[in-house]
């Protein structure tokens, strides 16, 4: 069984900052590839950034420069750091797994973990 539980959101201001957090825990196959996600109201889920097996990351064109994935392997929480918000950002934040080894990028379904979001909001 695999836990993900993220935190962090909240509402902040253009140009603001915040940092989510995804606590995980269960069968090490979570951590292989992990990515954060976002749903917006009315919109698809996209992927924001995610994360290889060899340690590479894929960042969204939109948020490059903007968000940083991190990792506590220690701790067991995967972080994403996202500095100069925009409205734009505004949406529900997920984190996931795809519970497996993997190179490249993935279509969102075939990520079978989640967390239950955090509602990141940015105003103008």
């Known amino acids: 069984q695999v836990q993900l539980v993220e935190s962090g959101g909240g509402s902040v201001q253009t140009g603001g900052s915040l940092r989510l957090s995804c606590a995980a825990s269960g069968s090490p196959s979570y951590s292989y590839c992990m990515g954060w996600f976002r749903q917006a109201a009315g919109k698809e889920r996209e992927a924001v950034v995610t994360?290889?097996?060899?340690?590479?990351?894929n960042y969204r064109d939109s948020v490059k420069g903007r968000f940083t994935i991190s990792k506590d392997n220690v701790k067991n929480i995967l972080y994403l750091q996202m500095n100069s918000l925009m409205p734009e950002d505004t949406a529900m934040y997920f984190c996931a797994s795809l519970g497996r080894y993997c190179s490249g990028t993935y279509p969102v379904a075939e990520y079978i973990y989640w967390g239950q979001g955090t509602q990141v909001t940015v105003s103008s």
């Open positions: 994360t290889e097996s060899d340690g590479r990351t």
